[in-house]
């Protein structure tokens, strides 16, 4: 599981480096080339974390559920989307200091992202809906999913973008 997530990590960084330099036409193939590229690399990551006590859980014959698995599996495919887009809004709209990092960075190089594809307004709804649907995905879970619930509000409000 992890040697597939460094995998699909590191194939995620070669198609980053690649949409440097490669200008895409369509804002429908733009956006899923963006949706790939995040899947690959903050969603793999994410994906083996929520994966990880499911294995173990289940090398220890405390069987989870499948529906179970395929809710956890749904939240960290949607979370790790909203991780990433999130990360993107915090590139635009806020300054190196609260990032960390140099404000930017993406459009500097003309890498596509949902900002510069939707535009802001488009983005920030589009980060609400994925945390809608990732925190959707943990109602089977009957209020015992909390953490993974603070975890989405905390993400989305680190953006600091309130309109929806």
């Not at 993406?106 to 920030?124: E, F, K, M, N």
Request: with cysteine; net charge negative; charged share 20%.
């Amino acid at each position: 599981m992890l040697s597939k997530a460094f995998e699909e990590l590191c194939l995620g960084q070669v198609l980053d480096v690649e949409s440097f330099s490669t200008n895409l036409d369509h804002t429908e193939d733009s956006l899923e080339a963006i949706k790939s590229r995040h899947q690959l690399k903050t969603g793999a990551l994410i994906l083996a974390c929520v994966e990880a006590p499911v294995i173990v859980l289940n090398s220890e014959r405390c069987l989870v559920k499948s529906e179970y698995i395929q809710a956890l599996r749904s939240f960290g495919v949607e979370f790790g989307a909203l991780f990433q887009l999130v990360d993107d809004l915090i590139d635009v709209v806020h300054p190196a200091s609260f990032s960390g990092k140099t404000a930017a960075t993406d459009s500097r190089h003309g890498l596509p992202t949902y900002v510069s594809l939707l535009g802001l307004d488009q983005a920030i709804a589009l980060a609400h809906a994925l945390h809608r649907r990732a925190t959707a995905s943990l109602a089977i879970f009957e209020g015992r999913a909390y953490f993974h619930h603070q975890l989405c509000d905390e993400v989305l409000r680190r953006s600091r973008v309130q309109t929806a």
